[in-house]
């Protein structure tokens, strides 16, 4: 008699109760059924059948295992690809995102250096252009240069023509001062004249360097001798009066004479009336070319 219900036991453990159960039941109808068919060693080699599939199903159990938790490492893994490739996506959408901006902004660039471009050739344009107008600018200096060259050269043979023209009517105001003063002086200031009036020259500071008086002589005034310093001018200005007063002061050094025995004069063609009183303030007697 088999015993099913300690078969049931032993295959429960590996198979499971439902498993277990049914397998025990079937051995227990093919025990019965085979008792009456097949002999003490077929049963025993049906029982070692049964047992390597028992085990046989063991290992395709713990296979099965095995390969569930394969599966679950799978999946895991799978879940892990899944997520990365979702961030693998959101960063190439933000790529995609980024290119199309720098795209963008490659676009406006090329824009800004085609207009920069076209603004660096206006620019050669007028360089150009100011290139051409500097060269006739210099041309035109040149030109300039050369006109005013001619026109300095032409001033200066003026200027001493004008000069020699000045001093020739200088000259002649003095040769008619020396004639002519010694009698005004006696009229006027009761001094007279001594010899003659001359133009007279004094050494300067340094060698080489003259005081120049226009008129010079000697004079009595009440039995007192008196020296008479002049300047002969077509025009004359308060600062030409100060620089004839600075030589009369450098004359009367050199003559050794204190400023009262001296008597200045100053002959023109031409004076303002504030200038002229300014000369008598200074002690200077003025006088008139159309006097002499």
Request: charged share 35%; glycine share 4%.
């Amino acid at each position: 008699m088999i015993n099913t219900l300690s078969i049931y036991e032993d295959l429960r453990q590996c198979l499971g109760d439902e498993a277990a159960r049914k397998l025990a039941g079937l051995m227990g109808k093919l025990y019965e059924e085979i008792a009456q068919t097949v002999t003490k060693q077929d049963f025993n080699e049906l029982t070692r059948v049964v047992s390597e599939l028992a085990e046989a199903q063991k290992r395709t159990e713990a296979r099965v295992e095995e390969l569930a938790e394969a599966q679950r490492r799978t999946e895991e893994r799978v879940e892990e690809l899944a997520e990365a490739q979702k961030r693998t996506e959101q960063r190439l959408d933000s790529l995609t995102l980024r290119v199309e901006e720098l795209a963008e902004a490659q676009k406006r660039t090329e824009a800004r250096v085609e207009e920069l471009a076209e603004a660096q050739r206006r620019t050669e344009q007028r360089l150009d252009s100011l290139t051409l107008r500097v060269e006739e600018l210099a041309e035109a200096q040149r030109r300039t240069e050369e006109s005013l060259g001619q026109l300095i050269k032409d001033h200066s043979e003026t200027r001493k023509r004008l000069e020699s023209m000045s001093d020739a009517i200088g000259y002649n105001l003095e040769n008619q001062s020396y004639k002519s003063l010694p009698n005004l002086l006696l009229r006027d200031d009761g001094i007279r004249v001594d010899g003659r009036l001359i133009r007279r020259y004094f050494p300067g500071k340094r060698k080489g360097q003259y005081l120049q008086a226009n008129i010079y002589g000697w004079g009595k005034k009440n039995g007192d001798r008196v020296l008479i310093l002049g300047e002969a001018k077509t025009s004359i200005s308060r600062k030409e009066i100060n620089r004839f007063q600075k030589l009369v002061k450098q004359i009367a050094t050199i003559e050794e004479l204190p400023s009262e025995k001296i008597l200045q004069v100053i002959v023109v063609h031409d004076i303002t009336p504030t200038t002229q009183e300014y000369a008598k303030e200074k002690g200077i007697r003025v006088y008139w070319s159309y006097e002499l």
